[in-house]
């Protein structure tokens, strides 16, 4: 029994209501989780660098992808809400989580679909320029965080889909 501060004695800590280093055992994740994982991470650190190149004669500067689209900003929260996600799968199991109603592979497939669906978008949306002299290229950010969330999806999308077909 523990000691409260006060030297009254406390209830025993409940061991899966903590999070402890110990407890994450990666081994629950399967591979798909894993790769979904770090692209997920691959991705969130993609929204911070250079997603486009504005030139003018003489001169040109990078802008991120955040910092032109603000709803990027939503891909930046999914991708820690995927990660939030994975490292709770890892640590307690999905059985011990209150979404154990839901089955793990449709959800974690929803993630992956929504953030390409975000990524994707500024690819169609590039920003306009009023000025003859002024382009608008794409830089090496966004490619890899279109390239992270492309791969995510088909490594949780193909064994969904096996598993679909062998009827389990």
Request: glycine share 6%; proline share 6%.
């Amino acid at each position: 029994m523990r000691q409260s501060p006060s030297n009254a004695p406390m209830a025993p800590e409940d061991e899966t209501s903590t999070f402890h280093l110990e407890n994450v055992n990666l081994r629950r994740l399967t591979v798909a989780d894993k790769v979904a994982g770090a692209a997920s991470l691959v991705l969130l650190i993609s929204l911070f660098l250079p997603w486009y190149t504005v030139s003018v004669p003489g001169a040109s500067s990078t802008l991120s992808g955040t910092g032109i689209h603000r709803f990027l900003w939503l891909a930046v929260l999914l991708s820690v809400v995927m990660l939030t996600y994975l490292i709770v799968h890892a640590t307690v199991g999905w059985d011990s989580t209150p979404m154990n109603r839901l089955s793990h592979e449709p959800v974690l497939l929803s993630l992956c679909l929504v953030q390409l669906i975000l990524v994707i978008v500024p690819f169609f949306d590039v920003p306009d320029t009023a000025l003859n002299s002024v382009t608008v290229g794409f830089s090496y950010g966004a490619y890899i965080g279109l390239a992270a969330a492309v791969a995510a999806l088909v490594m949780v999308l193909v064994p969904y889909v096996r598993s679909l077909a062998s009827g389990r």
